[in-house]
């Protein structure tokens, strides 16, 4: 089992920026990917980015490609959602994912394990 805790929502004006971070913890001696999702009110839960086990892959969707950055400390057990130049769009829940295994994906169904994520609203 791996608990996955997010942290760094708040409240910021469109353009402001946040940090999220995702501390895992339980059986971290194994590896796995990890990556961010989000989930706005009455939409459908979708991927926002990605990252490999190492660190030196990643990916992201179209709507934060050069605005996010996703990234993983030295331990490999926490995290970085660093999203800048916020847009109210962006406002959702975010949660972090792991997946068993050395390679990211875009596809929740992927993941097998979930934080409960971290409220981030962007307003006008």
């Known amino acids: 089992q791996v608990q996955l805790v997010e942290s760094g929502g708040g409240l910021v004006q469109t353009g402001g920026s946040l940090r999220l971070s995702c501390a895992a913890s339980g059986q971290t001696f194994i590896t796995y990917a990890m990556g961010w999702f989000r989930q706005a009110p009455g939409k459908e839960r979708e991927f926002v980015a990605a990252?490999?086990?190492?660190?030196?892959?990643?990916d992201y969707a179209d709507s934060v490609k050069g605005r996010f950055t996703i990234s993983r400390g030295n331990a490999k057990n926490t995290v970085y959602l660093q999203m800048n130049s916020l847009k109210p769009e962006d406002t959702a829940i975010y949660h972090c994912?792991?997946?068993?295994?050395?390679?990211?994906?875009?596809?929740?169904?992927?993941?097998?394990?979930w934080g409960h994520g971290t409220q981030v609203t962007a307003s006008s």
């Open positions: 994912a792991a997946r068993l295994g050395i390679g990211y994906s875009s596809n929740q169904d992927d993941y097998n394990y």
């Open positions: 990252i490999s086990w190492s660190g030196g892959v990643t």
